[in-house]
Structure formats: C-alpha cells, structure tokens
C-alpha cells in the first residue's frame, strides 16, 4: 500500500516562499508523475505542478515562474518550491502519484498554506 505524506505547509505573508514536501512509502512503479494539487474552499481541487518519472513538468499558469516542482526518485520524494506567494495561492495543497495510465492513484492528507496579506 503507497502512502504519501505532506509537510512544509504553514502561514506565511504575501512574497514570501515555503517549500513543501511530499515522501512516498511502499512499493511505487518506476514510471509515473508526481506532483502537487490545491483546493481553496469553495473551489474544485486544481493542478499545481507535476513531474513525471523522466522529470517532464507541468505547471499551472497562475504559479509559472514562481514555483519550482523537483522530486528525488531515490527517497520518493517530491518538492514544492513556493516563492513570491500571493492571497490567491491560499489553499490546502496534495500531493499525488499516479502511473502513466492513471490507473494507480493515490492522494496523501494534504498541507494547508495560508498567505496573508
């Protein structure tokens, strides 16, 4: 069984940075995408940033340029790098991973971050 556990969330003031991480437990498939969701209350949960297994990226508009997603295959460990954070990135954010064909998925607990401004 695969569990993922957060850490790194916390209150920080608009443009500041927090670094959030994300260590996988159990037996995962060498290939597959790790990355980082984010649900504000009120909203659907929304794509932060991904990386697969061959470090490919995806990111959302909205944090291109401010946040850096990388991931350490030997620890199973994905990052978050949140720099110059904005009000609008307040949300509890999860991390995922998933195979290529989106048949194994899984979630951790998620780690609030709030930005005051």
């Known amino acids: 069984q695969v569990q993922l556990v957060e850490s790194g969330g916390g209150l920080v003031q608009a443009g500041g940075s927090l670094r959030l991480s994300c260590a996988a437990s159990?037996?995962?498939?060498?290939?597959?995408?790790m990355g980082w969701y984010r649900q504000a209350p009120g909203k659907q949960r929304e794509l932060v940033a991904t990386?697969?297994?061959?470090?490919?990226?995806n990111y959302a508009d909205s944090v291109k340029g401010r946040f850096t997603i990388s991931r350490d295959n030997a620890k199973k460990t994905v990052y978050l790098q949140m720099n110059d954070l904005k009000s609008e990135d307040t949300a509890r954010y999860f991390c995922?991973?998933?195979?290529?064909?989106?048949?194994?998925?899984?979630w951790g607990q998620g780690t609030q971050v709030t930005v005051s401004s």
């Open positions: 990386m697969s297994h061959d470090r490919t990226t």
């Open positions: 159990g037996t995962i498939l060498r290939i597959n995408v």
């Open positions: 995922n991973l998933a195979s290529l064909s989106g048949v194994l998925d899984y």
